[in-house]
C-alpha cells in the first residue's frame, strides 16, 4: 500500500507543480520535498518536512485530507507514514485513494483558476 500511496501523493504534487507554472511561469518550490514550502486549500494540506524546534509543528502530519494524514522524513518517498486520525488499523482503499486524487485535483484547478476538464 505504500507504493500506491507514494504514488498517488507523486501524482499530486505533479499537477500541483504544472498548475502552479502555469499560473506562475516559475517552478514551484514542492511542499512534498525538502524545501520549507506549504500548500493549503479547503480539501488538503501540504507542508514540507520540518527542521525546527516547535513541538507543535514538528507534530503536524507533512499531508492532510480529511481525517487522512502522512507524515514523511524529508520528501514524501522517505519514511512514509499514514493514518486516519492517529489510527493505523484503517485500511486504505484504491476507491479512496482515487477519490482524494480526484478531489486534490478539483481543488488546485480552483486555487489556480483552471477549469476543471
Known amino acids: 500500500m505504500e507504493l500506491l500511496i507514494q504514488a498517488v501523493l507523486g501524482r499530486i504534487n505533479e499537477e500541483m507543480e504544472r498548475l502552479y507554472w502555469n499560473a506562475n511561469q516559475k517552478e514551484l518550490c514542492s511542499p512534498f520535498f525538502n524545501w520549507g514550502t506549504e500548500y493549503k486549500d479547503d480539501t488538503f494540506e501540504v507542508y514540507a518536512y520540518y527542521w525546527g524546534d516547535d513541538e507543535e509543528l514538528e507534530r503536524r502530519p507533512n499531508f492532510k485530507y480529511g481525517d487522512f494524514e502522512c507524515t514523511w ?7 512514509l507514514n499514514w493514518s486516519f486520525k492517529g ?31
Not at 522524513?73 to 519514511?79: D, E, L, Q, V
Open 73 to 79: 522524513y524529508k520528501h514524501y518517498t522517505r519514511g
Open 87 to 117: 489510527r493505523t488499523d484503517i485500511n486504505v482503499t484504491a476507491s479512496f485513494l482515487n477519490q482524494m486524487l480526484e478531489d486534490c485535483f478539483a481543488s488546485m484547478r480552483r486555487y489556480y483558476g483552471e477549469e476543471d476538464e
